[in-house]
Nanobody, 119 residues
Framework: QVQLVESGGGLVQAGGSLRLSCVASGRSRYAMGWFRQAPGKEREYVAAISLSGGNTYHADSVKGRFTISRDIAKNTVYLQMNSLKPEDTAVYYC??????????????WGQGTQVTVSS
């Protein structure tokens, strides 16, 4: 069983930045992703990163503002969020895949961290 623990959420003004972290338990490396869900909306696939970190994906809604990265030694994935907008307000979840390819579906999920962007 893999445990994913997110941190780094909080309240920030529009235009500000936050960096989310997700630590995966165990020694195995996983392809990882970030999702978000705003109240009353479906879960949105935000970003993904491959096992090696060499390949990444960012949704059009965050491209140019958010960057996914990973520190293999720390088994940690990050989501750097810049130029935040009120519409970025959501609970952000990280996810891990047992497959070697990047992207959904994912097998394990974190508990989520709240990001609130004020206007």
């Amino acid at each position: 069983q893999v445990q994913l623990v997110e941190s780094g959420g909080g309240l920030v003004q529009a235009g500000g930045s936050l960096r989310l972290s997700c630590v995966a338990s165990g020694r195995s490396r996983y392809a990882m992703g970030w999702f978000r869900q705003a109240p009353g909306k479906e879960r949105e696939y935000v970003a993904a990163i491959s096992l090696s970190g060499g390949n990444t994906y960012h949704a059009d809604s965050v491209k140019g503002r958010f960057t996914i990265s990973r520190d293999i030694a720390k088994n940690t994935v990050y989501l750097q969020m810049n130029s935040l907008k009120p519409e970025d307000t959501a609970v952000y979840y990280c996810a891990a895949s047992l497959r070697t390819t990047m992207g959904p579906p994912y097998d394990y999920w974190g508990q989520g961290t709240q990001v609130t962007v004020s206007s």
